[in-house]
């Protein structure tokens, strides 16, 4: 994985899930694994963003200099 900060996320999470379901009634347990997708999905959606926003052609303003 290209970013450690992302993968030690991704391992916290998972002990934390792990932890939870120790102690978690069954029914809840899908609620608990949907969580984790959204977790991830709105991750890899704010990532996209952020990479869409340093693709982008910067806007450049010209200006005129007289000379007197």
């Known amino acids: 994985m290209k970013h ?3 993968e030690h996320l991704l391992d916290a999470w ?3 899930i792990e932890d939870i379901f120790s102690f978690v009634p069954e029914n809840s347990k899908t609620h608990l694994k949907n969580a984790k997708k959204e977790f991830l999905l709105a991750l890899r959606s704010i990532l ?3 990479i869409e926003e340093i693709e982008k052609p910067k806007k450049v ?3 005129e200099v007289k000379k007197e």
Do not use: G, H, N
Request: glycine share 0%.
């Open 48 to 50: 996209d963003q952020k």
């Open 14 to 16: 998972d002990a934390f």
């Open 61 to 63: 303003k010209k200006i």
């Open 4 to 6: 450690k900060w992302v």
